[in-house]
């Protein structure tokens, strides 16, 4: 399952190959259970030959080996269940870093295209033509500069 989400080909399919077989192995464990129960009573019927008793003793043991196996096989179509929304769950957190980089980095410049894109005749900032350029760097290098405080930051922890 794992390498065909990697792939993302029928990876749903397989899943869903996952899923019925869990439940097909679940109705074959639960037809099990009265037979290992009949064979059980037929063991302990005393009109029963011990030769035959001894041939039941290994049927039984067969089918509680066998219903051990089919549960331990249960419990790995849990896991590759579990497996598959903890891969499913890494992606969805990949792309959600990826939003909330990108958002970050365009946020603060939609910001000052909205402060500077207002209309206004009466600021006394307007008649100073060096004003707006210079905090516009400003802004530019302090963020430049905890952007790769941060990328470092990131890098030795």
């Not at 129960?37 to 509680?64: C, F, M, Q, W």
């Not at 295209?113 to 033509?129: A, C, H, I, K, Q």
């Not at 530019?140 to 500069?145: D, S």
Request: one cysteine or more.
């Amino acid at each position: 399952i794992e390498i065909e989400y990697q792939k993302e080909h029928n990876y749903g399919q397989s899943l869903q190959k996952v899923h019925t077989i869990r439940k097909s192995l679940e109705r074959i464990s639960q037809i099990c259970k009265p037979f290992i129960r009949l064979v059980t009573h037929v063991i302990e019927d005393p009109a029963v030959s011990p030769g035959a008793t001894v041939y039941l003793k290994d049927v039984l043991d067969n089918l509680e080996y066998q219903d051990e196996e089919i549960k331990q096989l249960i419990i790995d179509c849990h896991n590759a269940d579990a497996e598959a929304d903890k891969c499913q769950l890494n992606k969805r957190d990949s792309t959600l870093y990826t939003l909330t980089v990108i958002t970050a980095f365009f946020l603060p410049a939609q910001f000052f295209t909205g402060v500077w894109g207002m209309n206004f005749v009466s600021m006394p900032e307007l008649d100073d033509t060096w004003l707006y350029p210079s905090f516009f760097w400003c802004v530019i290098g302090a963020l430049f500069v905890i952007m790769m405080a941060f990328l470092h930051f990131r890098r030795v922890h």
